[in-house]
């Protein structure tokens, strides 16, 4: 089979740029088998702050890669590009397109240019680090990397815990920095991996205040079907707790933490503004990237239409 008949096509975008409306406008219109690229709808549970997609809309039109783990369980880049590339070859050996729609744009980039061959997480030391973390500050964890590899400690910023542990996880684990082993253990881009030709394509561009007042919208709706009394049930789970990376999710971390303080009486105006505020800083994380991202020939997918017409010509 050629590569133009194995195509994989991928739609990327900020968060409440209507990436869902359009997959399924053109999952109407097109046979494709979508598959979510993001890295907490994988998580059973958290399903009001994630924009998670109903299950009537589920039933009606598949999401590989939803509803995969539970909220304790840790769920790596590595095992996402496994699943996908899983559920890409289970899409085209059924003659549809693999449609990959997300807004986790580290996802993304492990899954077209392939990702090293690391070791899995380890719940011991990355316990460690995090008690570290808590007793010394930030500053202890990067005085740690910078110990043991200087050179990811000058790439990686000393507020990014969630890197700085992985970075010193996988030295103690193997005894070599982390970009040593990606030179070592690199494997294909998905062109490669699975013999096709990769089409990714770009949510159309949203002025920033239309943005924001989507996101400020989607958030008002979220707190109406009970956004604050979905992290109550999560908390009330014994083997879950803030550090869980579940927990780290955009909403549900600021959320966690305000309930923390304020257990009994909860202002909920207050707590909405703490989540708007991430939200937003989030969509500008994502749109750097992007903006990175277009200079590697995105296809702007400025109508359901315009998609079709590049995909099947």
């Not at 990702?115 to 899995?120: I, T």
């Not at 002025?207 to 079907?225: C, K, N, T, Y």
Request: with cysteine.
């Amino acid at each position: 089979m050629s590569s133009r008949s194995r195509r994989i096509a991928t739609l990327i975008g900020p968060t409440a740029s209507g990436k869902t409306e359009f997959a399924l406008a053109l999952a109407r219109r097109v046979e494709v088998a979508l598959i979510s690229v993001d890295s907490a709808m994988v998580y059973r549970e958290l399903d009001i702050g994630t924009a998670k997609p109903s299950i009537a809309t589920r039933h009606s039109f598949p999401h590989a890669l939803v509803d995969i783990r539970d909220p304790e369980d840790s769920f790596s880049v590595q095992e996402f590009c496994a699943l996908a590339d899983e559920a890409v070859k289970e899409a085209l050996s059924d003659g549809k397109l693999p449609l990959l729609v997300g807004g986790s744009m580290m996802y993304f980039r492990a899954f077209r240019e392939g990702l090293a061959n690391l070791p899995s997480a380890d719940p011991k030391v990355r316990s460690e680090i995090r008690e570290l973390a808590e007793q010394d500050g930030l500053d202890a964890v990067h005085a740690e990397l910078a110990r043991i590899d200087p050179d990811s400690a000058l790439r990686i910023s000393p507020r990014n815990l969630r890197r700085m542990e992985r970075a010193i996880e996988v030295f103690r684990l193997t005894g070599k920095p982390i970009g040593e082993l990606w030179k070592e253990r690199a494997v294909a881009p998905a062109t490669e991996r699975l013999d096709g030709e990769l089409l990714e394509f770009l949510m159309p561009d949203i002025p920033r205040q239309v943005l924001h007042d989507r996101i400020e919208s989607r958030l008002r709706g979220m707190f109406a079907d009970g956004l604050v009394d979905e992290v109550r049930a999560l908390r009330r789970r014994p083997k879950l707790s803030r550090d869980s990376l579940s927990m780290r999710t955009v909403g549900y971390r600021e959320i966690w933490e305000h309930l923390d303080e304020h257990p009994d009486c909860v202002d909920e105006t207050q707590v909405f503004e703490k989540v708007l505020f991430a939200t937003r800083r989030l969509a500008r994380k994502q749109l750097t990237w992007l903006r990175q991202w277009a200079k590697l020939n995105l296809i702007e997918a400025s109508s359901v239409e315009l998609m079709i017409e590049v995909l099947v010509r």
